[in-house]
């Protein structure tokens, strides 16, 4: 009998004999859109799969992931808030899931799980797809959480001139800055923190940012971390201001916007990620088109 709680959507390897399952897990995660990405991409590779959702309880993400893996699940995306049990989980991190201090994207191979996090290459690709110039460019991350650190690796190996993560608490952004500073270092590029109320002012924030990105939930309460007076420093029209939330005009995009720069939203990383994702469990040689994926998304 399968150990796969009930609390599983569709997601039990068990019910779907000759395909391959696959599943995301978090909590809550009936909105998920992976399900549906991760379909058409074994549609546009002619690929038969099954992917599902999964929701552990809070404090029980290892006990259902073992639960999958030992039931035939061939890989797991995990997002929020399990990504750090999910590291905890892995047998074996690549490099990227080390650094990023999290894991997003899970596999079992030669009865060995292994973690790696995608969520940083997904956000690059997506920003290059949209004409974004990361090389030498000024950037700003809003926020110094997981979802932060998460992507510092692959924005640093674009060798920006100027990475500043800011962070309501100071204290937990030079945190972030002490972690990545001789990456930072061997890519060329130069690594600050600052506390939020810092933007507010001119002296310490002369210049505004080529490249701004909200790493910070705020937006799923309609909210910013940047107040006026900091958004006056921050933005100007040639800026380009990214939100990791997706599927609506946050409160920070809404500033950019009035300030006269261009604005995305984050379901182009969710979709780029996934697609790493996909190539990992599936094979590099997969033919996939994220692109034409997040346009049928966005319609």
Known sequence: MSSIPANDLHADPSRFPGLDVYAVAGN????????????????QSKQAIHYGRLQPAIGEFAKVAKSFFAAGGKGMNVTVPFKLDAQVLADVLTPRAKLAGA??????????????NTDGAGLVRDLVAQGIQIRGARILLLGAGGAA?????PLLEQEPAQLI??????????????????????????????????????IKTPLAFDLVINATAAGLSDQSPLTAQAVSHVFVPSSFAYDMVYGKTTAFMQQALHRGARVSDGLGMLVEQAADAFLIWRGADASIDPRSVLSELRT
């Open 149 to 153: 650190r998460g992507v510092m690796g």
């Open 28 to 43: 809550p995660i009936s909105h998920s859109k992976s399900p549906a990405i991760h379909q058409r991409f074994a549609e």
């Open 103 to 116: 894991v997003n994207t899970l596999w079992i191979k030669e009865g060995k799980i292994y973690g790696d």
């Open 165 to 202: 993560v800011a962070n309501r608490s100071s204290a937990k952004a030079d945190e972030l800055v002490g972690l990545f500073h001789d990456f930072a270092n061997n890519h060329h590029a130069q690594l600050e923190s600052r506390a939020l109320l810092d933007l507010e002012d001119q």
